[in-house]
């Protein structure tokens, strides 16, 4: 049977900057946050059975604990009551990785189930709803590249001109959890205005520590920063490299050794998930 897929992209952290810690124990972070057209995707088949079921398992997390099942049934008050689902995921994103593949995930639950079950939230409160899963799942429900504040909630859209990356797992997971967590952390780097941002202006700075603690990721940084600008994303573990040029990247990517998986993606201001809600939403006002 033919499925209709919901697109769960990746993102990248252009640069990710901490500023301190607020009172709840999260840390105060800057970054720009890239929206990428590669990712999961999602298929949902609703039904009256009042339940939510993912008919997909992934290895390590339990049903009732994936972020996908959380948001469903987050949404489901804001349904009708006998309002259920059976949701299929494409799993392609490395978990763990910095590319937000389960908050992308929980967020595109939220919007299709929004639009599929009728609950007419705003884009605001839908952002509310999945700030509560995870820091990132906002940027993935608004679905605009933006330039982020607080905790990751406070988005500024943010349009950057077309870029290629290649984006490289070195094939370990780092909790994020973890590396807020290390006293060594450095969380004092001064606040940046969106208007004096440039690549070389900013960095990452987790990097170093996941460095530090995990030798392959040196190691990736190593090899790529001879290719292209190259940078961490996230608190890890993946790193990219950034192009101009989608051949150029994918002529880095077939030099890349055999261990280290990889994946080329455009850099996009809006979300092919958001593309698609467009889509469906045309569609449905045609009929
Ligand atoms: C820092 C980022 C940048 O994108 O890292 P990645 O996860 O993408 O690598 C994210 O905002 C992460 O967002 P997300 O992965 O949703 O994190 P959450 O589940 O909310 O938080 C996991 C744990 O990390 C810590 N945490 C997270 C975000 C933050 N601003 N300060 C923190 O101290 C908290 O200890 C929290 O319990
Ligand atoms: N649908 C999901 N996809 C991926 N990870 C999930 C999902 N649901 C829950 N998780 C948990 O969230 C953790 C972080 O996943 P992920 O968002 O891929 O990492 P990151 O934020 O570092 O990119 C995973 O290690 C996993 O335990």
């Known amino acids: 049977m033919s499925r209709d897929w919901w697109p769960s992209p990746a993102k990248l952290n252009l640069f990710l900057h901490i500023l301190g810690r607020l009172d709840s124990g999260y840390h105060q972070l800057q970054s720009l946050f890239q929206i990428l057209d590669y990712g999961d995707r999602l298929a949902f088949d609703i039904n009256r059975s009042s ?3 993912l008919d997909t398992h992934i290895v390590g997390v339990a049903h009732d604990d994936n972020l996908i099942v959380r948001a469903a049934r987050l949404l489901k008050p804001h349904a009708a009551t006998d309002a259920g689902v059976r949701i299929f995921l494409d799993k392609q994103l490395p978990m763990g990785g910095g590319i937000g593949g389960g908050s992308s995930n929980a967020a595109t639950t939220l919007v299709a189930l929004n639009h599929l079950w009728q609950c007419n939230l705003t884009e605001d409160a839908l952002a509310e709803l999945g700030l509560s899963l995870g820091a990132d799942v906002p940027i993935f429900v608004r679905g605009r590249t933006a330039f982020a504040n ?6 500024t859209p943010a349009p950057l001109a077309p870029c290629w990356y290649l984006v490289v797992n070195p094939g370990v997971h780092v909790s994020t959890g973890e590396v807020f967590s290390l006293p060594e952390l450095p969380r004092n780097t001064p606040a940046l205005s969106w208007a004096s941002y440039s690549f070389e202006n900013t960095r990452n700075d987790c990097q ?15 090899w790529l920063v001879h290719y292209a600008p190259s940078r961490m994303t996230g608190t890890g573990a993946c790193v990219f490299a950034t192009f101009t040029d989608q051949n150029e990247a994918s002529e880095v990517q077939a030099k890349l050794p ?6 080329v ?23």
């Open 265 to 287: 993606a455009k850099g996009v201001n809006l979300s092919p998930l958001q593309q698609k809600l467009q889509d469906v939403i045309a569609a449905s006002d045609m009929n």
């Open 208 to 222: 170093q520590i996941v460095c530090d603690h995990y030798p392959e990721v040196a190691n990736l940084l190593h």
């Open 51 to 53: 339940t939510v079921q």
């Open 150 to 155: 607080g905790v990751g909630e406070e988005l």
């Open 258 to 263: 055999a261990e280290w998986t990889s994946f």
